[in-house]
């Protein structure tokens, strides 16, 4: 008899030996379901051999001097934790092509099915708090952004035919440039990567030509840093209307990398612009702009 957990067994008839064989599978079990094993990165990526993966319930690393790939075997194991306690490395816990990365600070619940790729597993919270590590949104409206003194979005208010919905936006020109910005203090769980945003815009009665590009640039300030800083790389997001005084909601754009080395504690501010000269930008009259999510990921589950 075999088991994925590579237990012995008594075999049919055995008597000499049978309680050590009783005790020796015992252990193992013990150990596959409340063990602890360290693993020492400080060699470089490690990859598990079976025993080693059968011997504990819970991986804990040491050693980490950059982020690591922890490979596992091809074995069943219907739950197994990646306990991250580095406070500045991730592993990349690997089986065939899937990878899944465990966060400093992180806990990786896992579960292996014994094929090629058989891995799945998530992150969970840590600590008192049950707030989810991952991927958060920000929803930033049109009325909680300044127009730029200097080619500045015209603010804008309408109010719809029959039931009287009332929306305020900031109005984009069709041909010159204009722009307007925004400040997020960042929580302490921001993991201080790239961020992406998703546009929510509509545009008065128009005939033809209805598509509209949306820019979004960022720059990070730290105490006593200058306000008068350039912002970072934009990212563009395109998008095509067509019914007057409808929503429109745009697709999540590409990583936008804030400028200035986020760090926690800083000021983020957001400069968002429509693109005239974008090639994809066709609508000639002002496009409306209700608002933006910005989406970000934590590496914390609070702010402690």
Known sequence: MSHDLNLPAIADNQAAGQWQTSNDADAALGNALADILTVDFS?????????QFRSAMTFVPSGLSTTRSLTVPAVKRALFLVNNTDATYSITVTRGATTVSVTAGSVGVFSTDGTANGLVGALVATGSSSGPIGKHTIWVPATAMTPRSTNGAAQGTA???TNKNMVKTLDFDASTQEFAQFDVAMPKSYNGGTITFIPYWSHAATVTNFGVAWGVDAIAISDDDTLDVAFGTAQVVTDTGGTTNDL??????????????PATGDLIQFRIHRDPANGSDTLAIDARLHGVRIIFTTNAANDN
């Open 43 to 51: 060699g470089g990526d490690v990859t598990l051999n079976n025993t």
């Open 159 to 161: 109010e719809m035919a």
């Open 248 to 261: 429109y909601v745009g697709a999540e754009s590409s990583a936008l990398a804030i400028a200035g080395s």
